[in-house]
């Protein structure tokens, strides 16, 4: 494919909900961008820094030493402004003020809906790299921060499950996913819940109910519940005050585990992933693979168009969530 000429100056920044593995995802695309002799500007707290002109230089040193930092260096902010034409007009000038050719985006759905309204009015080319830890986004396999998260769920819940097998009780563990459950789902699965309740699914008050009364008896055993914090029922807290009503001989707990989720040294896939995408990211750009995203597929690097990114969910894995009712049904 023809290389575009009309490239030498891109920006990279990162958006919504911060991800282990963004700063290796930023590290990739400023020196795969320094190696084709592209300069590389970072734009400060995401749409909000673009619309505020919070723009930095980047050179190769800028970028040392942060690939095993969790969160993000540019920094990251949920932009109303950039919601409204007006707002993309002024992020557009402040672009075109920095003479930048190129745009890369790290965030997730939101962000690449913002991208999509961008480029669909202005004449500067985006192209993303999925970063979030709920491995929700349509087109690709893997999510940059997603490895990082679940291996911090599931190094919680063992701790979690420590005392409450000491105490033979149940807890609700709730973990991120508004909309999506692969999270709460594998963790779930590799931390031996015994039920998994997600965004996807409706039924599984029977499967906590037929546990409660016929597996957990007499405090003979502890129990694990995984929650998705979309999940139709309402969330940990309230499933748990609705069993603590129903069953007030059982010993509930509930922990959310919240923003740790989010934080920490990325994972070796984590830092591979986003070193991978990186390094595409700045390939698409210069090879006229426009307002896409970074995806993986079958370890593959693969090209999704923004408008099918944002429009189409994608599906849950159900054969996972069969293999943990069979292994459950055991009992």
Avoid: W
Avoid at 71 to 78: E, K, S, V, Y
Avoid at 92 to 115: C, P, T, Y
Avoid at 148 to 171: M, Q, Y
Avoid at 257 to 282: E, F, K
Wanted: include cysteine; charged fraction near 25%.
């Amino acid at each position: 494919m023809k290389q575009r000429k009309d490239i030498s100056r891109i920006a990279v920044f990162t958006s919504g909900g911060d991800a282990p593995g963004m700063n290796a995802a930023v590290r990739a695309v400023t020196r795969a961008a320094l190696a084709h002799q592209l300069e590389v500007y970072g734009i400060k707290r995401g749409y909000q820094g673009m619309i505020e002109n919070d723009f930095v230089k980047l050179e190769a040193g800028d970028v040392s030493g942060i690939m095993h930092l969790g969160g993000t260096f540019l920094q990251t902010a949920r932009s109303k402004e950039f919601r409204t034409h007006e707002g993309r007009k002024k992020a557009f000038e402040n672009l075109k003020n920095h003479q930048i050719d190129g745009v890369v985006v790290i965030g997730g759905d939101g962000s690449f809906a913002g991208a999509l309204a961008f480029t669909q009015e202005f004449d500067i080319p985006f192209v993303g790299i999925p970063g979030t830890i709920d491995n929700d986004m349509y087109g690709t396999d893997y999510t940059i921060g997603y490895d990082t998260a679940l291996n911090t769920v599931v190094e919680a819940v063992d701790k979690i499950k420590d005392t409450a097998n000491s105490h033979g009780r149940i807890f609700f563990i709730e973990v991120m996913g508004r909309e999506a459950g692969a999270l709460a789902l594998k963790a779930g699965l590799a931390c031996g819940a015994e039920v998994t309740f997600i965004p996807e699914i409706q039924n599984e008050e029977e499967e906590l109910e037929k546990f409660l009364t016929k597996d957990y008896k007499n405090k003979q055993r502890s129990g694990i519940v995984m929650v998705a914090e979309g999940d139709r029922a309402g969330g940990a807290l309230k499933l748990a005050e609705k069993v603590q009503k129903n069953h007030p001989e059982i010993d509930v707990r509930v922990t959310i585990l919240g923003h740790i989720q989010r934080g920490g040294s990325p994972s070796a896939n984590d830092r591979v992933a986003a070193t991978q995408m990186g390094v595409a990211a700045i390939d698409a750009l210069l090879n006229n693979q426009i307002n896409v995203m970074i995806g993986m597929k079958n370890n593959k690097i693969v090209h999704v168009p923004f408008s099918n990114e944002v429009k189409t969910n994608r599906e849950f894995n159900a054969d996972l969530l069969k293999i943990q009712q069979l292994i459950n049904s055991a009992y």
